[in-house]
């Protein structure tokens, strides 16, 4: 059994939530750069935090309707004993400023 699937310690949701803010951001960044619409296919990344635990984010843009979108975003730790998640979305227009994710 791998190591990660004996963990019995919650999640860092603060590191966790500040990596996926973090992400979100740098992707709403990323997209105002560009003239056309975005893909909206999903995107995985793994990223180790300062704690050395390593996540999983999964990001997706939603069309909504011109130039705004939406950025749903997801990240856990692989946790199988005590699987924990964080979900947060975002909404943006590409050539305005950002927006703050919703509590």
Not at 38 to 66: K, N, R, W
Request: net charge negative; charged share 30%.
């Amino acid at each position: 059994m791998p190591n990660w699937a004996l963990k019995e310690e919650n999640m860092d949701r603060i590191e966790a939530h500040e990596l996926l803010i973090k992400e979100m951001n740098e992707l709403v960044g990323r997209a105002q750069g560009r003239q056309a619409g975005l893909d909206d296919a999903p995107i995985a990344i793994e990223l180790s935090g300062a704690s050395g635990v390593l996540y999983t984010l999964e990001l997706q843009t939603h069309p909504l309707s011109g130039e705004k979108f939406a950025i749903s975003g997801k990240i856990h730790d692989n946790n199988t004993f005590q699987f924990s998640l964080l979900e947060e979305r975002l909404e943006f227009e590409i050539g305005a400023e950002k927006d703050s994710p919703s509590d």
